[in-house]
Each structure stands twice: as C-alpha cells, then as structure tokens.
Nanobody
Framework: QVQLVESGGGLVQAGGSLRLSCAAS????????MGWFRQAPGKEREFVAA????????YYADSVKGRFTISRDNAKITVYLQMNSLKPEDTAVYYC?????????????????WGQGTQVTVSS
C-alpha cells in the first residue's frame, strides 16, 4: 500500500515556475514507477511526465517537453515536477501516481495509487 500526498501548487504568472512534490509513504517506494498527470476543468485527465523506479528513464508529453522536469529521490521517498516557463494552458489539478509496471508508464490505467491532487493556476 502506498499513500501519496502532493504539494507545491499555487497561483503563478505566465512565464513563472513552480515545483510540485509528491511525498509517498511505505518502504517499497523505490519499486514503483511514478508519474504526473493533470486535469483541466471540463477535460479528461492527461499524462504529463513519468519516471522509472530507478529514476534512470523519463518521458514527457509533447506539450511540456523542454519546460518540465520530473525527478525522484528514493531516499526521501518523494517525486518532483519542476515546471518552468508556465503557460495559462498548464492550469489544472496535478496528480501524482504510483505504478507497479516496469519502465516509464504513460497510461493512467496502469497506475495503482493516486494522490489527492494539487491546483496549479497560471495567469496571463
């Protein structure tokens, strides 16, 4: 069982930066692939970024590539999402997820655990 708690969301102007954190419970965190997803009002939840259990592989949605960076610290059982050059279209609730699947996992149906989400609002 893994519990996930996101933090770091907030209101930022376009062009600004935020760093989201996802703190996990449990001693098996290093076995899980992790990912960030987001859901904007009126839209379905979409993939943002994923990282393998070791941290050696990452993958990004085209819409955030070059602006967002996913990382993890297995000693601190935390995964991060550094978001730079934010745009109004990045406004959404951001969720982190943990998956028992191998590699980087982009399909949200393959995630076993989810956090409660953190709101990111980018003003123009």
């Amino acid at each position: 069982q893994v519990q996930l708690v996101e933090s770091g969301g907030g209101l930022v102007q376009a062009g600004g930066s935020l760093r989201l954190s996802c703190a996990a419970s449990g001693r098996t965190f290093s076995r899980y692939a992790m990912g960030w997803f987001r859901q904007a009002p009126g839209k379905e939840r979409e993939f943002v970024a994923a990282i393998s259990s070791s941290g050696g592989s990452t993958y990004y949605a085209d819409s955030v590539k070059g602006r967002f960076t996913i990382s993890r610290d297995n000693a601190k059982i935390t995964v991060y999402l550094q978001m730079n050059s934010l745009k109004p279209e990045d406004t959404a609730v951001y969720y982190c997820g943990a998956s028992t699947a191998m590699g980087v996992v982009t399909n949200q149906d393959r995630y076993n655990y989810w956090g409660q989400g953190t709101q990111v609002t980018v003003s123009s």
